[in-house]
């Protein structure tokens, strides 16, 4: 059976940083991308990054230069490293698994999500 479980959420301070995990279980994880999506109340999901199984990376614009997606295959976890947060960040965060990085509906593994707030 096919597991994510995300971790590392939290509440920080404008100009904070958190590091999400997406421990990943039931899969090599090696052989899979990795995407981190974000779902704020009341919009839609939207990506926010991806890294491909060989290690190649992808940023939305709004996190280009805050955000840093990172594997480690032989703990079978990805990492989201999320640095400078501002009041547009604040969302549920999901990482999904799949053969390459796609468009969110194409995933097949999605963890349950973490919680990210942004407040002074």
């Known amino acids: 059976q096919v597991q994510l479980v995300e971790s590392g959420g939290g509440l920080v301070q404008p100009g904070g940083s958190l590091r999400l995990s997406c421990a990943v279980s039931?899969?090599?994880?090696?052989?899979?991308?990795i995407g981190w999506f974000r779902q704020a109340p009341g919009k839609d999901r939207e990506a926010v990054s991806c890294?491909?199984?060989?290690?190649?990376?992808w940023y939305e614009d709004p996190v280009k230069g805050r955000f840093t997606v990172t594997r480690d295959n032989v703990k079978n976890t990805a990492y989201l490293q999320m640095n400078n947060l501002s009041p547009d960040d604040p969302a549920v965060y999901y990482c999904?698994?799949?053969?390459?990085?796609?468009?969110?509906?194409?995933?097949?593994?999605w963890g349950q999500g973490t919680q990210v707030t942004v407040s002074s």
């Open positions: 999904a698994a799949d053969w390459g990085c796609f468009d969110a509906d194409e995933y097949d593994y």
């Open positions: 890294i491909s199984a060989s290690d190649g990376t």
């Open positions: 039931g899969l090599q994880l090696e052989l899979y991308a």
